[in-house]
Each structure stands twice: as C-alpha cells, then as structure tokens.
C-alpha cells in the first residue's frame, strides 16, 4: 500500500515558475514508477509527466516538453514537478500517481495508487 501527499501547488503569474512535490509512505518507493497528471474543471484528467522506477527514464506530454521536469529522491520517498514557463492553460489540479507493474505511462488506468491533489493556477 502506498499513500501519496502532493504539496507545492498555488497561484503564479504567466511566464513564472512552479514546483510541485509528492511524498509516499512505504518503504519499497523506489521500485514504483511515478506519475504526474492533471485535471481542469471540465475537462478529463490528462497525463502530464512521468518517471520509471527501473532506469528512471523520464516521459512527457507534448504540451509540457521543454517546460517541465519531473525527478525522484528515493532517499526522501519523493517526486517533484517543476514547472518553468507557466502558461494559463496550465492552471488545473495536479495529481500525482504510483504503481509498480506500470505499462504505458501516460495511461490514467494504469495507476493504482493517487494522492488528493493539489491547485496549480497560473493567471494571464
């Protein structure tokens, strides 16, 4: 069982930088592979970033290639998000995801553990 706390979400002018960071309990956290996604009211939750637990090779959503950068410390149980060049479109509530067996990476349903989330607004 893992548990997943998402911090660093708030409010940032366009053009700005953000991070957002997710702590798991449990002491096997480095062999789950880690994802970022988010969740715009209206809209379906979308894959954003992602992280293998076997070779750490890193995925992202063309909409954030180049703009974003997801990393672990598995010393601290943690992944990161760091989000430079915030656009409006990126305000949503990000969520971050875990899972062990993990097949595609950008696939919602292949995730089986979920934090709460945490509101990232980016204003013009």
Do not use: H
């Amino acid at each position: 069982q893992v548990q997943l706390v998402e911090s660093g979400g708030g409010l940032v002018q366009a053009g700005g930088s953000l991070s957002v960071s997710c702590a798991a309990s449990g002491r096997t956290f480095s062999r789950y592979s880690m994802g970022w996604f988010r969740q715009a009211p209206g809209k379906e939750r979308e894959f954003v970033a992602a992280i293998r637990w076997s070779d750490s090779s890193t995925y992202y959503s063309n909409s954030v290639k180049g703009r974003f950068t997801i990393s672990r410390d598995n010393a601290k149980n943690t992944v990161y998000l760091q989000m430079n060049n915030l656009k409006p479109e990126d305000t949503a509530v990000y969520y971050c995801a875990a899972d062990r067996l993990i097949g595609r990476v950008d696939f919602v349903g292949g995730y089986d553990y979920w934090g709460q989330g945490t509101q990232v607004t980016v204003s013009s």
